[in-house]
């Protein structure tokens, strides 16, 4: 059976939109797999959109075991749970939060080494005509090879940081001031003088992730911003593989719904989402959608198997 008369069932209502969830009346595990296998090799370009459940799925979950490795300390005197909501604790002074924040920009940026899941996807694109847009901000892509000329990071970065204020829009890379404040912090505070400044106003330095309007666009976010529109331009009317991988209900105006549409005006294009537990298109793509409710990784390594 063609994918693209794959039957769907099962409506609900999801952030305002009427949905589908996946689960095509004729349609195994397996055929699903072979389905996206042949979409991978047959579209003339892919569109990769990632969200946090693909470096979940590559073992970098904020929680459990991992945390708990590198912040008992805080989790104790301060109560905090996990290293998502570590980052908007309201510390009391800044040699706490560059303590908090060096750790976790270490643990997440230069020491993760590479997922598997990424390493897996870029196997299965590396000769394809790809482009990749992601909220995460672990860096990811790029070790695995990924080639950045065809990576967006709309969120930022933890190897970089700008101006709080900010006063101009330029950003910096952190690895060895990071290092170094792990290396000499204690009882969870760093040196006064390891405390980050910007070099033209002396404000105090901030992350370069998008949490509020401060969120620093730098020339090469703009440049990578400028290649994703070009390469949607020159495709939009070409069999497109939108393929969703791991993107949430937290911020899908940057992935998901654009995915949704861009599939909806395009007959020639298909939209695949791969995620545990939130695996779902709108009825109106239904026929051009092919949703997986499996792990990202498994479900990447099956059709490397094949």
Known sequence: MSLRTSIYRSTESFSGERVSKVTPLYSTAADKI??????LDTADAIVIGAGAGLSASA??????????????????KYGIMDMYSGGFYPFDTLEEYWAWWS????????????????????ALVKDKDYFVLTTNVDHQFQLAGFDKKRLFYTQGDYGLWQCSKPCHDKTYENEDAVRKMVAEQKDMKIPSELVPRCPLCDTPMNMNLRCDNSFVEDEG?????????????????LHILFLELGVGANTPVIIKYPFWR????????VYACVNKG?????????????????????????????
């Open 278 to 306: 939130e695996s779902m298109c709108p009825q109106e793509i239904r026929n051009q959608s092919l949703c997986i409710d499996d792990d990202i990784g498994q479900v990447l390594c099956k059709i490397k198997e094949l």
């Open 34 to 39: 072979r389905y996206l296998k042949e979409e």
């Open 103 to 122: 750790r976790h920009i270490l643990v997440n940026r230069y020491e993760a080494g590479v997922g598997k899941p990424y390493s897996d996807l870029l």
């Open 262 to 269: 861009m599939t909806a005006r395009n007959p020639k294009a």
């Open 221 to 237: 976010w703009h440049k990578a911003a400028e290649r994703y529109n070009d390469f949607i331009r020159r495709h939009q009317n």
């Open 59 to 76: 073992g970098m979950s904020y929680s459990g075991e991992r945390f708990e490795k590198t912040f008992a300390d805080f989790h104790q």
